[in-house]
Nanobody
């Protein structure tokens, strides 16, 4: 099992960009076998999926409403997952979580390891 720690986050203005990362500790082999995801929870709302990436990084998926603005990537050499967010809007304000699990899934129940959450605030 891997442990995840979020890096980045903070405040940005509408139209700006921000890059989030999570660094995994523990077994590097376990990380390389993990499917990873980004989820976010906006104020007063349920947590929802944002993006997924396969164990090798060859397959990715971004929720339809964020396609073209958000990009997910991973680097198995340094055990990191990243989320590049561009042209940000007020609706992107949320706590962002990275997660690791055994399969490519939008279901939170399929993820056994979670980062601590990183606050992202977009202002006008």
């Amino acid at each position: 099992q891997v442990q995840l720690m979020g890096i980045g986050g903070g405040s940005v203005q509408v139209g700006g960009s921000l890059r989030l990362s999570c660094v995994a500790s523990g077994s590097g082999d376990a990380f390389r076998k993990s499917f990873l995801g980004w989820f976010r929870q906006a104020p007063g709302k349920e947590r929802k999926g944002v993006a997924l990436i396969s164990d090798t990084g060859s397959s990715t998926s971004v929720v339809t409403s964020l396609k073209g603005r958000f990009t997910v990537s991973r680097n198995n050499a340094d055990n990191t997952i990243s989320l590049q967010m561009n042209n940000m809007t007020l609706e992107d304000t949320a706590i962002y979580y990275c997660a690791a699990g055994p399969k490519f899934s939008w279901s939170e129940a399929d993820y056994s390891s979670w980062g601590q959450g990183t606050q992202v605030t977009v202002s006008s």
